[in-house]
């Protein structure tokens, strides 16, 4: 009865460590991960066309990589849209904000196609991106 009582012990007490080396093994796995892992969007609509890639850095700022093309530049107001194309950056709960953008009818060169590379500090995690037309 001693032996079994003992033998069940530890074996109880071996499969508890193993339970909670289970328990933590993904934790501690899948920080990384997330904390790395890049938003992408690419779409196209009848007022313009891009793509788009929100990689989140060690710093806590977003590296925004891509393109976005105005598919109905115009000379200015209303001609044909007088609006910009342009990606809205999704932040979840804290709404999001309006991300790059070209605006040919108000540049002097209205180059319709803008490709951007920067970093910014989001108000939150970036948790997507969907092209939009704004009015400028």
Known sequence: ????ARTLALTGATAAV????????PTAQAAPAAASTCVTAADTKSYGRGEISLCPQSDGTTRVTGWVEDLLPGGGWGKP????AGWWIEMG???GK???LVCPHFTS????????????????PVTGA???AFTA
């Open 98 to 100: 309006i991300g790059p």
């Open 109 to 124: 060169t209205h180059e319709a196609t803008y490709t951007f590379d920067y970093t910014f500090k989001p108000e939150a």
């Open 81 to 84: 849209d007088g609006r910009c």
């Open 18 to 25: 193993g339970a909670l080396a289970l328990l933590s093994a």
């Open 93 to 95: 709960a804290k709404g």
């Open 1 to 4: 009865m001693r032996r079994s």
């Open 130 to 132: 969907r092209l939009n």
